[in-house]
C-alpha cells in the first residue's frame, strides 16, 4: 500500500511538474510574443479628424480618400511616417477593419479548429517576437499610426499594432510554410527597340490569392513623404507595404516569390524592402544597394525598372544571397524562379523550375513576347490577360501555368519615363485598365472636390471575355468548386461541363467521389485528369496516388 502511495504521489508530481512547465512557457510565449508600441516624440496627429466632404469622399488637412467611377478606392498621404500611418488609418479605416475581418474569415476558412489556430497564433507571436526589429523606426512608426484605427474585435490576437505588425509578413510566412501554391505572379518589361515609341513599359499580375474579399477593395496609393521620393502602390487597407508601385523618379518595382527553405525567424518583410526601394532608390545601383543590406526570410525576386538607366534588372535574393539578372537585350521577363548566375543552379531553384508551373509560364510568356516585334501598353494588357497554354492550346481556366490564373489581387503596367500607371479593375485583371499621371497626381498637392483624377482617354477597354458564354462557365466552376471546399453536394457533370479542358476539373471531381467512396467513378476522372495539362508536380503525384488506391479498392 506504502509503495502504491510513493508511486502516486511521485505521478502527482510528475503531472504538476509538466504543468508548471506548460504554465511556465505560456508565459514565455506571451512575454517574448509581445511588441511593444514605439514611442513616438510628437503626437499630435492623433488628435486630427478627417472630414466627410461628400459621400464616400474624406479629406484630412491635404491628405484625402474616396472611391473613383472605376470602382478603385483612391488614397494621397503626406507627412512623416507616423503622421502618414494616423492619417492613412482615418481616412481609410472601414477598410482597415474590413480586411482585417476578410483575414480573419479567411484563416479560419482554411483552419477550421479553434484549437489550432490560437496554437497559430502563438506560433506566430513566438516567430515574429523579433520583427518590430528587422523594420526601420520610420516604418515602424507609420504601421502604428495605422494601427491608431484598428478593429478592437481581436484583441485576443494581440495589440493594435502587433497584429498590423504581423499582417506585413503573413505574404512572407505564407509563401515559406506553403510554398506558395497561391502565388504565380508574373512580370515583364520592354525598352529601346523593342518597345514601339522606345520607351519602356513594365507589365505584372499579382497572383497572391487569399480569397476573393481580399481582392475586392483595392487602393491605389500615392505617398508624398517627408523623407524620400513620391511614390504610388497598389495596396490594401491597413498595409503600408508595396508589392507594386512607381516613384516620380520613374523607378518601378514588382515581386515575385521564389521556393524559399523553411525559415526559423523573422527578418525584413519583402514587402517592406520594396516600400524602401520605392522611398529612396532612384536608379538601379541605389535599389540593389537596399536589397543588400536587408535581410530576408524568404527568397523573391524584385524586378527593378528604372528610367535613369532606360533598363530593366532582377535583384534575386534568398536569406542567405543575392545576385543580379541583367539580360543585356532590350526586354525581360520573369516568373517564379531565379535566373541569375550565381542562384540558376541553386538546388531549391533547380527544384522549382522542375516541380512547379514557373517555368512552363515563362516558355508562354516568352511565347508572347517573341510573337510582338514592339510592345506597347495595350499589347502587355493583351499578355497580361492571356488565358491560354503553349502554342495557344486550351488548358482550362484557371490554370496555375497560364500567364492569367483568374485570380489575380491586381494587373498593373508601367512607362517609368511617363510616370504613367495603368491598373486593372475588376474582376481580376478582365475589367478595364485605370491610368494615372503620377506628375498630376502629385500636383493636386490635396483635393478639396471629388473629382476624378485617373486620365480618361488613356482607359484600356475591358476583356471582351467578360461577355461570353465561357466566362460564365467559369464562374460556375469556381462558385461548384466552393461548393465543394464547403462540404455540399454538387453535380459532379456540371463540374467538368463548366471547365472541360482544366485538370482540376476532374481532379476535384476524383476527390469528391473518392470521399464518397465511389471508388470505381472516382478512378475514371482521375485518369481522365492525368491526360490534361497539370500545373504542378505534387497534383501530379497526388492524382497517380489516387489512382493506385481506387484501383485497390
Known amino acids: 500500500m506504502l509503495n502504491k502511495r510513493k508511486i502516486a504521489r511521485r505521478i502527482l508530481r510528475v503531472i504538476a511538474a509538466i504543468i508548471l512547465l506548460l504554465f511556465v512557457a505560456a508565459i514565455y510565449l506571451v512575454k517574448v510574443a509581445h511588441v511593444p508600441n514605439p514611442k513616438i516624440a510628437n503626437k499630435h496627429s492623433i488628435q486630427w479628424q478627417r472630414t466627410q466632404n461628400s459621400t464616400g469622399f474624406y479629406t484630412l488637412n491635404n491628405s484625402w480618400f474616396k472611391k473613383s467611377n472605376s470602382g478603385l478606392y483612391e488614397l494621397y498621404v503626406e507627412g512623416n511616417g507616423y503622421e502618414m500611418g494616423v492619417v492613412n488609418g482615418k481616412l481609410t479605416k472601414e477598410l482597415v477593419m474590413l480586411q482585417e475581418d476578410h483575414f480573419s474569415e479567411q484563416i479560419s476558412k482554411m483552419i477550421p479548429s479553434t484549437f489550432t489556430r490560437n496554437k497559430l497564433k502563438y506560433f506566430i507571436g513566438w516567430f515574429n517576437r523579433n520583427l518590430d526589429k ?143 526601394i520605392l522611398q529612396y532608390a532612384k536608379n538601379i545601383n541605389e535599389a540593389i544597394a537596399i536589397a543588400k543590406k536587408r535581410n530576408m526570410f524568404v527568397s523573391e525576386s524584385f524586378l527593378v525598372a528604372s528610367a535613369a538607366d532606360n533598363k530593366a534588372v532582377i535583384i534575386e535574393k534568398t536569406p542567405t544571397a543575392i545576385d543580379v539578372y541583367d539580360p543585356n537585350k532590350n526586354f525581360i521577363t520573369c516568373t517564379n524562379h531565379f535566373q541569375s548566375k550565381g542562384l540558376v543552379n541553386s538546388e531549391k531553384n533547380i527544384d522549382q523550375i522542375k516541380n512547379s508551373a514557373s517555368q512552363y509560364r515563362y516558355e508562354r510568356l516568352m511565347e508572347l513576347m517573341n510573337a510582338t516585334e514592339k510592345n506597347t501598353v495595350q499589347n502587355s494588357v493583351d499578355i497580361l490577360r492571356d488565358r491560354k497554354g503553349l502554342q ?57 472636390q471629388n473629382i476624378e483624377i485617373s486620365e480618361t482617354n488613356l482607359e484600356i477597354a475591358a476583356d471582351t471575355f467578360l461577355q461570353t458564354q465561357a466566362y460564365k462557365n467559369f464562374v460556375n466552376f469556381r462558385n461548384l468548386k466552393q461548393q465543394i471546399a464547403d462540404d455540399k453536394d454538387v453535380n459532379i457533370e456540371n463540374l467538368v461541363a463548366s471547365n472541360p479542358q482544366f485538370y482540376n476539373s476532374y481532379l476535384l471531381a476524383g476527390d469528391y467521389l473518392f470521399k464518397k467512396k465511389q471508388f470505381a467513378k472516382a478512378l475514371v476522372y482521375y485518369k481522365t485528369a492525368l491526360t490534361k495539362t497539370i500545373a504542378t508536380k505534387a497534383e501530379e503525384e497526388h492524382i497517380t496516388n489516387q489512382i493506385a488506391k481506387c484501383t485497390k479498392k
Open 134 to 276: 528587422n523594420i526601420t523606426e520610420e516604418y515602424r512608426d507609420e504601421i502604428y499610426g495605422v494601427s491608431e484605427s484598428a478593429s478592437p474585435a481581436y484583441q485576443y490576437l494581440g495589440t493594435n499594432y502587433q497584429r498590423i505588425l504581423n499582417y506585413h509578413a503573413a505574404h512572407d510566412i505564407g509563401h515559406a510554410l506553403q510554398n506558395l501554391a497561391l502565388v504565380g505572379c508574373t512580370s515583364f518589361g520592354t525598352w529601346g527597340s523593342k518597345s514601339k515609341d522606345s520607351t519602356m513599359i513594365i507589365g505584372r499580375n499579382f497572383d497572391f490569392y487569399v480569397g476573393d474579399k481580399f481582392a475586392k477593395d483595392k487602393i491605389v496609393a500615392f505617398f508624398n513623404p517627408t523623407h524620400g521620393h513620391k511614390f504610388m502602390t497598389i495596396t490594401w487597407g491597413g498595409f503600408i507595404g508595396a508589392v507594386s508601385g512607381m516613384n516620380d523618379e520613374g523607378l518601378a518595382v514588382t515581386i515575385n516569390a521564389a521556393k524559399s527553405d523553411y525559415p526559423t525567424g523573422s527578418a525584413t518583410p519583402v514587402s517592406i524592402v520594396t516600400r524602401e
Open 392 to 448: 495557344n492550346t486550351d488548358i482550362g481556366d484557371g490554370n496555375e501555368k497560364a500567364i492569367n490564373q483568374l485570380i489575380a489581387h491586381h494587373s498593373v503596367v508601367f512607362e517609368p519615363q511617363k510616370g504613367i500607371v495603368w491598373v486593372s479593375t475588376a474582376p481580376w485583371q478582365l475589367g478595364k485598365f485605370v491610368a494615372y499621371d503620377l506628375k498630376k497626381v502629385f500636383a493636386l498637392k490635396g483635393l478639396k
